[in-house]
């Protein structure tokens, strides 16, 4: 899909996954399926998602800088992927990562929040909420179905903007 309008994907919290690929010996791909299964049901109930959460709250923020994953992306954005025309990040889930973002490179790209969510879901179990910004048109996308209608979905926004 994102081959289709020459994107570059970046996520938040790539670190985390890239982490989690090491220690549990998986694969980036298997992370979405597995992450709120146990990692091993026969001594608790602690998930991959519980771990990545933990890794994030517990130790990168509080004892490496609350930022950092802001910088960090900022970082591969500057020297990496400057010259690119559409960055779509990911993962995003704290206001201040997105303020932190756009005004360091609001003068650079235009923004908009996509927030693609299915009924009945939420945030309840996670450290993320729901990101606003004042500055940032927000889409609110509603998926409550097939991967592929929410493809064409896209792809209709998308076709407006050329």
Known sequence: MVHNYNVVNLKYAQPLRDITCALFGIKDSQIDARKNKPIDELKSAYRIRDFMIDVSEQIIKPKLDQD??????????????????????????FERECDIV???LKTY?????????????????????????????????????????????ISEIMSLKK
């Open 68 to 93: 950092w994953f802001a910088n960090n992306l900022l970082s591969k954005i500057k020297t990496k992927y400057y010259d690119e025309k559409l960055i779509v990040i990911s993962d995003l889930g």
């Open 102 to 104: 756009y005004n360091s």
């Open 109 to 153: 790209y235009n923004f908009e929040l996509w927030k693609i969510s299915r009924n009945g879901t939420n945030f309840n179990n996670d450290s993320r909420v729901y990101v606003q910004h004042p500055d940032i048109k927000t889409r609110l996308i509603i998926n409550d179905y097939s991967l592929e209608t929410l493809q064409k979905m």
